[in-house]
């Protein structure tokens, strides 16, 4: 019997994120994530395509710490 409880992704290409406003999209993404812009083309009635990626002089890594573990029931929330 196969395992059904590990997954078999093993990369993620690409991954379309639809937005309201595509401007303050691009700052976050350029801005604030150091991605770089890779393609920004028109797309429909006076809309545009745009891709971004990781820089590849920074490319980042996701990262999934646990969550902090929380304090026992019998902990008085004045001693935390």
Do not use: C
Not at 7 to 21: E, L
Not at 29 to 47: I, S
């Amino acid at each position: 019997m196969a395992d059904k409880t590990g997954t078999h992704i093993t990369a993620v290409r690409t991954v379309s994120v639809p937005v309201t406003d595509q401007d303050r999209a691009l700052e976050f993404y350029v801005g604030k994530l150091g991605f770089e812009k890779r393609l920004e083309a028109p797309y429909g009635d006076g809309q545009r395509w745009i891709e971004v990626a990781p820089s590849e002089r920074r490319r980042p890594s996701p990262s999934f710490p646990p969550a902090p573990a929380a304090p026992p029931a019998s902990t008085p929330a004045s001693a935390l």
